[in-house]
């Protein structure tokens, strides 16, 4: 059974209020009643109540981690690898620096989050205005996020430059002989969709191409198989395919394949992903990082020197990592040479 407050009191013949200012030092007590105490509750077991503590010191070392790319209705993030993987590396982040990760709904009832006894948020993603960055601010409670959700808040930021990112993958698929790049992306006003979305028009409009650009109002694997489909489907069909909406580069390989196209042969392909098996599937699959690993380790440091009371309004550019596999090898001759596979 576990060993109480009182039966410390009643085994060291003292009083509980004694007790708590021994075990807590506090209180006026002589230095050998404290030592006492002490030794009684070790005899015993005894082991205090670390959160009752830390709430009544007005803390509880704990950081909400919420993802809210997609927010019209619940999902769960971490089936994707690149949440997975931040929300393991933030959890070892926090831990490493004594706090703990709460993983918490990407939507939910209004304030239903401010229920929860938190000192910090880092919030991944967030939607245009997003509520939960204004209803933590509005309680007091540290957010950690992105550029343009903390902009005129004074708190910490993290973010990655997208549309640099995507240009560097549209160029090498550009150089190595891709003329009709088609892209899919989420419909969702998450400023990674919004901005890389945005670039990547832009970037056709440069070059006269007309865009070939899918976006999907939801996540999932089953719709983006469906917009692979579809873009293989056309008249003229892409010679080139950039997935920003994370899915598993094998099962990419095997819907372009069912439709009669190779990779490299027929189509290029990059992904934003995470997935650990990008690079030994056949062929191997390029992929755009961004970063899970240092995401955590700034993100967390940055925002529990703020809790702590060391931080600014301090933020943290990063720039993306364009992993260049088999996929999107450059070819010999140029593409627009190459003849079309027949469609089935």
């Not at 050998?32 to 205090?48: D, F, I, K, M």
């Not at 933590?136 to 640099?164: C, K, N, Q």
């Not at 042969?265 to 056949?282: F, N």
């Amino acid at each position: 059974m576990r060993v109480r407050l009182v039966d410390v009191a009643r085994a060291a013949g003292v009083s509980k209020t004694t007790v708590s200012d021994a075990l807590n030092g506090t209180g006026r007590l002589p230095e050998a009643t404290r030592e006492h105490v002490r030794q009684v509750a070790r005899s015993l077991g005894y082991r205090p109540n670390a959160t009752a503590r830390l709430l009544r010191a007005g803390h509880t070392r704990l950081i909400g981690l919420a993802a809210r790319e997609y927010v019209a209705g619940p999902w769960v993030y971490t089936e994707l690898a690149y949440f997975a993987q931040l929300s393991t590396l933030c959890s070892r982040e926090a831990l490493a620096r004594g706090y703990g990760i709460v993983l918490l709904p990407n939507t939910g009832p209004d304030d239903c989050w401010l229920e929860l006894p938190l000192d910090g948020v880092f919030i991944v993603d967030p939607v245009a205005g997003d509520p939960l960055v204004g209803d933590f601010l509005s309680a007091g409670i540290p957010v950690l996020s992105d550029r343009r959700a903390m902009e005129d808040t004074g708190g910490p930021w993290i973010d990655f430059d997208y549309a640099l990112a995507v240009r560097q993958v549209l160029d090498h698929l550009e150089a190595a002989g891709a003329r009709r790049v088609a892209a899919i992306a989420g419909a969702t006003t998450a400023a990674f969709h919004q901005d890389s979305a945005r670039a990547y028009l832009d970037w056709c409009a440069e070059r006269h191409s007309e865009p070939r650009l899918v976006s999907l109002a939801e996540p999932g694997l089953e719709g983006t198989l469906a917009a692979v489909d579809t873009l293989l489907a056309a008249d003229e069909p892409p010679d080139a395919l950039f997935s920003l909406v994370e899915a598993s580069p094998a099962l990419l390989l095997d819907a372009i394949r069912r439709r009669g196209r190779s990779v490299p042969g027929d189509l290029l392909l990059v992904c934003a992903t995470e997935d650990p098996t990008a690079p030994y599937t056949d062929p191997p699959v390029s992929t755009l990082s961004f970063l899970p690993e240092e995401t955590a380790r700034v993100g967390i440091e940055l925002l529990v020197d703020r809790i702590e009371g060391r931080g600014s309004g301090d933020g943290r550019l990063l720039r993306a990592r364009l992993d260049i596999r088999a996929s999107s090898a450059l070819l010999l001759e140029p593409r627009s040479e190459r003849p079309n596979s027949v469609k089935l």
